[in-house]
């Protein structure tokens, strides 16, 4: 059992794909001109740092969750296998191919779920929000929020009704390191094999968190700065950690400054029920501000929608048509 948590999800992706005997490593780290692959052969578990011109095919260079063909001998990355999903900052996620293009800033791949962290000593802006949920949607799934650092409970409880008024259907747990009743129903979302990216502005809490439910010092943290709360970036590059009593993976990442999503394709499934209450309306192009019989403003007046539901959704439609 213990093996098999501790695999980096290899044993059950060559199982899955019919690789059995096959040399198969995953990227587990990202330093930047560094990389390191993990592989098994004959239950036997290597990890090895690689420069990554080395991690680099034809096409496309490893990203950290991907699983490869990697030669002990020449130390090389020989393929890369197909992804299921793939976490990037310039692009949209509902596309096709998930091989890199010259516009993106890839993050990690083969991700199950996204966790974006809000931590409540910080600065919060539903704009900003959305922006993350645009971005950050895999195969068509909203990101979870973690509500850090619940000690703040006042502000805990003001974040959490200001995203429940914009985005009814988002899951919000909240989560202190400091807690272990909190940290136990955290775990008890987690599934085995899961590979979850954790996002979120530095200094929101990922690296505590990793460290709280591994029980190790698994990460690096610093103390965030006075005044603001901002984080220092003590993580500064993307790592793949196991969490053996759980059997299952978290993705570590740097703090994110800014948010890019300017090639977004797919509306967030958060304003799914007003895509479904849009098509009630009259006129195909509605834009459900001042037209005549729009099913969306009626739902408003109804109380059926939140207004900051509405005004998000306005918001991101204005961006879209912009990118459009």
Same mark, same amino acid.
């Given at each position: 059992?213990?093996?098999?948590?501790?695999?980096?999800?290899?044993?059950?992706?060559?199982?899955?794909?019919?690789?059995?005997?096959?040399?198969?490593?995953?990227?587990?780290?990202?330093?930047?001109?560094?990389?390191?692959?993990?592989?098994?052969?004959?239950?036997?578990?290597?990890? =090895?740092?690689?420069?990554?011109?080395?991690?680099?095919?034809?096409?496309?260079?490893?990203?950290?969750?991907?699983?490869?063909?990697?030669?002990?001998?020449?130390?090389?990355?020989?393929?890369?296998?197909?992804?299921?999903?793939?976490?990037?900052?310039?692009?949209?996620?509902?596309?096709?191919?998930?091989?890199?293009?010259?516009?993106?800033?890839?993050?990690?791949?083969?991700?199950?779920?996204?966790?974006?962290?809000?931590?409540?000593?910080?600065?919060?802006?539903?704009?900003?929000?959305?922006?993350?949920?645009?971005?950050?949607?895999?195969?068509?799934?909203?990101?979870?929020?973690?509500?850090?650092?619940?000690?703040?409970?006042?502000?805990?409880?003001?974040?959490?009704?200001?995203?429940?008024?914009?985005?009814?259907?988002?899951?919000?747990?909240?989560?202190?390191?400091?807690?272990?009743?909190?940290?136990?129903?955290?775990?008890?979302?987690?599934?085995?094999?899961?590979?979850?990216?954790?996002?979120?502005?530095?200094?929101? &809490?990922?690296?505590?968190?990793?460290?709280?439910?591994?029980?190790?010092?698994?990460?690096?943290?610093?103390?965030?700065?006075?005044?603001?709360?901002? &984080?220092?970036?003590?993580?500064? &590059?993307?790592?793949?950690?196991?969490?053996?009593?759980?059997?299952?993976?978290?993705?570590?990442?740097?703090?994110? =400054?800014?948010?890019?999503?300017?090639?977004? =394709?797919?509306?967030?499934?958060?304003?799914?029920?007003?895509?479904?209450?849009?098509?009630?309306?009259?006129?195909?192009?509605?834009?459900?501000?001042?037209?005549?019989?729009?099913?969306?403003?009626?739902?408003?007046?109804? &109380?059926?929608?939140?207004?900051?539901?509405?005004?998000?959704?306005?918001?991101?439609?204005?961006?879209?048509?912009?990118?459009?």
């Amino acid at each position: 059992m213990v093996k098999k948590q501790l695999d980096c999800g290899i044993r059950t992706f060559q199982n899955d794909n019919d690789l059995t005997g096959a040399f198969v490593g995953r990227c587990t780290h990202d330093f930047g001109q560094i990389v390191t692959i993990t592989t098994l052969n004959d239950g036997d578990f290597k990890t =090895k740092a690689i420069p990554k011109r080395a991690a680099q095919t034809l096409f496309d260079h490893v990203l950290v969750g991907d699983f490869v063909s990697y030669s002990p001998t020449t130390h090389r990355v020989l393929q890369i296998y197909p992804r299921s999903s793939v976490i990037s900052k310039a692009k949209s996620h509902a596309k096709k191919s998930f091989h890199q293009q010259k516009n993106e800033q890839p993050i990690a791949a083969n991700i199950n779920t996204v966790w974006i962290m809000i931590a409540a000593d910080q600065r919060f802006t539903i704009e900003k929000l959305t922006r993350y949920l645009e971005t950050f949607q895999i195969n068509g799934q909203d990101p979870e929020i973690l509500l850090s650092k619940s000690d703040y409970k006042a502000a805990t409880q003001r974040l959490k009704h200001q995203i429940a008024q914009a985005y009814p259907t988002l899951v919000i747990t909240e989560v202190s390191i400091h807690d272990p009743r909190q940290l136990d129903a955290l775990k008890q979302q987690i599934t085995p094999e899961e590979t979850i990216a954790v996002l979120g502005a530095s200094g929101a &809490g990922k690296s505590s968190l990793l460290n709280a439910l591994t029980d190790t010092t698994l990460s690096a943290v610093h103390a965030v700065r006075n005044g603001d709360h901002k &984080g220092k970036h003590t993580t500064t &590059g993307v790592s793949l950690n196991v969490l053996p009593a759980l059997g299952a993976y978290y993705v570590d990442t740097p703090g994110f =400054k800014t948010i890019s999503s300017h090639l977004v =394709k797919q509306t967030p499934e958060v304003f799914a029920d007003i895509l479904v209450l849009a098509k009630g309306c009259r006129f195909r192009d509605c834009r459900h501000v001042s037209e005549p019989h729009c099913n969306v403003k009626a739902a408003l007046v109804r &109380g059926e929608l939140t207004k900051a539901h509405y005004e998000s959704f306005l918001k991101f439609e204005q961006r879209a048509s912009r990118r459009s």
